[in-house]
């Protein structure tokens, strides 16, 4: 079965950086990009960004695009999120989802697997 | 004006009927949109998929046949039928126009079952 399995919770300072994995199983890990959906807390549900398995483009929201980077290590089936010069504003669940259907070089939804979600927060 | 809108909250009877809406903004008005259910502590599930012209490919997995979607000008509406306790929580609904541009996610909806 399709699992997606994320590291664990992280604590950091405002200006540092934060690096969150997923680790896919259960299909073909080129066949399908992943994006990333963050929640701050209490607040509603926030898409960041998206990388091709396939080809490593990646794709952001405007408001984070020159700090966030996400990579895929295919060997591992794993895909990287990583949020640099991070404010308290960034403190939220980060959850990695995958879609339904196949898409190698899009994005594409609905989103119907997710990961169990890696808190980070950020604090002083 | 936000893309999609949804009322804060909402509720509904043990057993009763409830419609939850999402309106595009009328630039957004050929989106499909996604639904997706997220209960107290869990993280968000795929409930369907609507168009204008309604429900549009399979089910997120063990969604119910209680629920139903509907799309009816820039509105596109999730029933939920014989309400029970574990449909509690907090729906959102999401666009995608297929440009692979920009995904966007409507402020939710609180669900109570009273």
């Known amino acids: 079965q399709v699992q997606l399995v994320q590291s664990g919770a992280e604590v950091k300072r405002p200006g540092a950086s934060v690096k969150v994995s997923c680790t896919a199983s259960?299909?073909?890990?080129?066949?399908?990009?992943i994006s990333w959906v963050r929640q701050a807390p209490g607040q509603g549900l926030e898409w960041v960004g998206w990388?091709?398995?396939?080809?490593?483009?990646?794709k952001s929201v405007e408001g984070l695009q020159g700090r966030i980077h996400m990579t895929r290590d295919t060997s591992t089936s794993t895909v990287f999120m990583e949020l640099n010069s991070l404010m308290s504003d960034d403190t939220a669940v980060y959850f990695c989802?995958?879609?339904?259907?196949?898409?190698?070089?899009?994005?594409?939804?609905?989103?119907?697997?997710w990961g169990q979600g890696t808190l980070v927060t950020v604090s002083s | 004006q936000p893309v999609l809108t949804q009322p804060p909250s909402a509720s509904a009877s043990l057993g009763a009927s409830v419609t939850l809406t999402c309106t595009l903004r009328?630039?957004?008005?050929?989106?499909?949109v996604d639904w997706y259910q997220q209960r107290q502590g869990k993280g968000p599930r795929f409930v369907m998929r609507v168009g204008s012209s309604g429900h549009m490919g399979a089910k997120g997995d063990d969604i119910p046949d209680r629920f139903s979607v509907s799309g009816s000008g820039l509105n596109r509406s999730l029933t939920i039928k014989n309400i029970q306790e574990e449909d509690e929580g907090h729906f959102y609904c999401g666009a995608d126009h297929g440009t692979g541009a920009d995904f966007v996610f409507g402020g939710g909806t609180k669900l109570t079952v009273l």
């Open positions: 009328s630039d957004y008005g050929h989106y499909l």
């Open positions: 989802v995958r879609a339904r259907d196949r898409a190698r070089t899009t994005v594409a939804m609905p989103w119907l697997f």
């Open positions: 259960g299909y073909t890990f080129n066949d399908y990009g």
């Open positions: 990388i091709s398995t396939y080809n490593g483009v990646t």
